[in-house]
Each structure stands twice: as C-alpha cells, then as structure tokens.
C-alpha cells in the first residue's frame, strides 16, 4: 500500500474588502478634463493624489493636486470639506505669492471637482540635502564640526529660518513644516541627487497651511517650528547644530519671533498637540 | 488674410482656441457696435491688448471659460463674453466689458474665437473673417504667444488688480530680498503674472 499524498493543508479564502458605498463623484478616476495620458503620478497623500502634467501651454510643467472624494463621508459633506481645504490651500498661496514668500503659483483650479494645478518647483528638498550631508558625516569624509564650518550649508539654515520667519510675519503657518516640504529651486538644474545649496527657497505642499488669528499666532508658529526640529532631528544628530542656525535667523527675522521662541519651549514639552481632543 | 495663432491647450485639445493679434487698428467702434448689436457673425473675445500683461493669464482665462462652458457653469450668457467677463478681478459683467473689452479708442486689438462643437471653427475661416471686418494691421504671434503682452500697459494692469509696486523701496521688499539670498534679481513681471492669475483662480469664491 503506497502512502497517500498528504493531503493539502486547506487555504484559507483571501478576505476581500468590502466594496466601496456609492457616490456620484469618480473614484481615483481623473476628474475633467484631465485624462491618464499624459499624466504621471508623483505621490500619494491621504488627502490628495499628485500628478505632474502640463497646463496652459505644453511646455509649462505643473502639479495637479487632486483630492478624490471619500466614500465612508455623506456625500455632500464630502464635497464641502473639498471645496473648503482647496480653497483654504489656493488662498494660502496666493496670499503667500502676493507678499513675495517663494511659493508655487496657482495655475487654475475647479473646486467641485476637486483639484488644484500649481506650477512646477524644480530642484531638490532640503531633505535631500541633508540626507547627503549627513551620509558625508557617517562616512567620516568630514568631521561633524568640520561640516559645520562649511559656511555655505549655514548660510541655506539662515535663509530657511528667515524665510520661515517671513511667512508667519505675514501671518500664515505652514502647518505641516517639514525638511521635504522645503525646496531649493534653481532655474538652471532640474532635479538632481543633490541640489545646489544656492537655489532660491520654495516652500511647497500647502495642504494643511492656515491664517494665523492673532491669538493663536505664537502657539501656530511654535507647532511649525516644532515640526522643523522634529524633521531635522530624524535626519542625523549631527544635524542639531544645523537647526540651531535656523532657530537664530528665525528669532531675528521678525517682531513676533521671540514670543513663538518662547512658545515653543512649551511646545517641546508637550508635543505638537495641545488639546487632548483628536 | 490675417495671422491667426491656434492654440491647443493641454487637457482641453478638442477645443482649439484661435487668437489673433493687430495693431493700429481703426474701426473699433464698428466692431463694438456689432458686439453689441449681438451680431452672430462676431461672435468673437475682442480684448483691449493693454490690459493684457503676457500669454498665461489669457491662456488661464480661456482654460477657466472653457471649464465652465464643459461643465455647465457659464455665469454670463455666452463662452466669449465669459472670456471677457474672467479676466476681470470683480463680479461686473459691464465693467469687465469697459475695461477689458474692444472699446472706441482702442488701437490694439486680439481676438479670440473658441471652437465649440458643433460649430466647426478652423484657423483658415477665423483668418478669413478678420481680414475681411478689422482695419488695422496683422502681428504673428510666435510660439511662446509673448507679442501678446507686447502693448501691456503695466500701470493700468496693477491698478485693475489692485497690486502694489512689487514692494520696492519699502521695508518688506528689502527684508524680503534678504530671504533669498540678495543677489537675485526679482522678476517683477513674473510676480505680477503670479498673482493676477491667483485672483483669476480665486475670482468669485
């Protein structure tokens, strides 16, 4: 008698998620006009969906930032909270592009069907840049303190803290301020690994960016420099001193600056939350 | 014949838009008085060349227009008027129309005509018509559409939108020069370009 094969274990079903509710507006579907060709998708947010594509003329390089609709939200609340974060995100910019703060111009928009188009902001994020700085460190090519008198990388933390400075001074906070949403952007070079230190700062991703009421102005831009320190801090231990820069030139670029210092002592303490609450 | 430039903006290629620019152009009252009398031949965007800085915004303006004539939500009675209507800061059909539109005096001319089905519109018949109904002289428009912003007047163009003289000589332009370093030189017409088109986007929200 020959051994019968043993028998397969038994799989078990895969789980398959339950079906979308129905809504009217498309499902990561292209809104119109815009369609697959000729589009390419760059990232993935929990709100918005990025694509770089072109506007206006063919060689006008853009970003869509469309944020498709939710299913699990009542459908016309779905569409005010949109219609709202949009618009909060378009006034933002356009406030920001008004008062001279580097910041990617609006190049059109359709609020029902949920999308923004910016323009293209070439080059590199400081994220870059100080992942390859810090990669220097750890290999040993430089010591830290020697990096750190590479007065050129200083001089870019200065200008971060000043521009960080100018946008609260006009009373925005960016609210989600971190090293990669801190572009350089340098007309000659498109994207590379390292982007040159001289680029103009751009910042970008405006999604969760607010006017600051004066009430709250020191508590906003504590928790945007807050956020800053977080991102530097998970970049390199080296890259503290570096923050440092920043914190100096952001305490001298306005008349609102030292309060915010002050807040955020407070705010490191607690974390980026103030209420218990969400 | 005169130069028409079709342009086919991204997204939007069914929809061709044809634009022609002229100058020293002589019998704008006639071609107002046929706007107005809502003649169907001239069914056409005839813009004031001054009021119009550089090729985006009005190519900003038609992708808007053509938006909303795609999606049902023209807010005046007709695509070209809507045109003209866009341009302006302000919700006022008539002004947008006075400051933006061909008025008697008005020597640079661009027309604009927008090809929607079913109405078949080509580059040659758009030509053909202009030829035949402006006085005045024909100017190519290149690739880069840039002659369209050739006869800009940049002090009545700050004015209708409301923009400051870019910050210079006051504090916050200097302090904001030290932002970026210092050496830059600041595109003055790229910024304005900027926030004109911002306040298009954001017209009537």
């Known amino acids: 008698m020959a051994h019968s094969v043993a028998e397969p274990v038994p799989t078990i079903a895969p789980l398959s998620p339950p079906s979308p509710p129905p809504t009217d507006r498309p499902l990561h579907t292209l809104p119109a006009p815009f369609t697959t060709s000729n589009l390419q998708l760059l990232a993935q947010g929990a709100e918005a969906l990025v694509y770089k594509t072109t506007f206006l003329t063919p060689n006008t390089p853009c970003v869509v930032k469309y944020r498709p609709p939710k299913p699990y939200r009542h459908p016309i609340l779905d569409k005010r909270l949109t219609k709202a974060r949009l618009l909060a995100e378009a006034r933002v910019l356009v406030r920001a592009g008004r008062e001279g703060v580097s910041v990617p111009r609006v190049l059109g928009a359709d609020w029902e069907g949920g999308w923004l188009v910016l323009s293209w902001v070439g080059g590199g994020s400081v994220r870059q840049v100080l992942d390859g700085w810090a990669e220097r460190v750890k290999r040993g090519e430089q010591k830290a303190e020697q990096a750190l008198m590479d007065g050129e990388i200083l001089d870019l933390m200065r200008r971060i803290g000043r521009c960080v400075g100018r946008l609260h001074d006009i009373g925005i906070s960016h609210g989600d301020l971190t090293t990669s949403n801190i572009m350089l952007q340098s007309p000659s070079q498109e994207s590379g690994p390292q982007p040159p230190l001289g680029g103009e700062i751009t910042l970008i991703d405006f999604g969760l960016a607010s006017h600051i009421t004066p009430n709250s102005a020191d508590e906003e831009g504590a928790v945007d420099l807050y956020v800053l320190e977080r991102a530097f801090a998970a970049t390199h231990p080296a890259a503290e001193p570096l923050f440092q820069e920043v914190l100096k030139a952001y305490s001298e670029s306005w008349k609102g600056a030292k309060s915010v210092m002050k807040r955020l002592e407070d705010v490191r303490l607690r974390g980026r939350k103030r209420s218990m609450l969400g | ?205």
């Open chain 2, 1 to 205: 014949m005169a130069l028409v430039r079709t342009f086919r903006l991204p997204h939007l290629e069914d929809y061709p838009v044809q634009v022609a620019l002229f100058k020293n152009v002589t019998n704008a009252t006639f071609l107002r008085s046929q706007l107005l009398a809502a003649n169907p031949d001239f069914d056409y965007a005839f813009l004031d060349a001054t009021m119009i800085l550089s090729p985006l915004p009005l190519l900003l303006t038609t992708s808007l227009t053509l938006q909303a004539y795609l999606s049902s939500t023209l807010r005046t009675r007709t695509p070209h008027s809507e045109l003209v209507f866009r341009l302006h800061p302000n919700n006022n059909i008539g002004e947008s129309y006075r400051k933006f539109g061909i008025s008697d005096t008005t020597t640079h001319l661009i027309a604009i005509k927008l090809s929607l089905p079913p109405t078949e519109v080509t580059n040659e018949s758009v030509s053909k018509h202009l030829a035949e109904v402006v006085e005045g002289e024909s100017v190519p428009i290149g690739d880069e559409g840039e002659e369209l912003g050739l006869w800009a007047d940049v002090a009545k163009i700050r004015k209708i939108y409301k923009l400051n003289d870019g910050g210079k000589g006051r504090a916050k332009g200097k302090r904001e020069v030290a932002v970026n370093g210092g050496a830059r030189v600041r595109d003055e017409k790229k910024e304005m370009e900027s926030v004109i088109m911002g306040i298009m986007v954001l017209k009537g929200t």
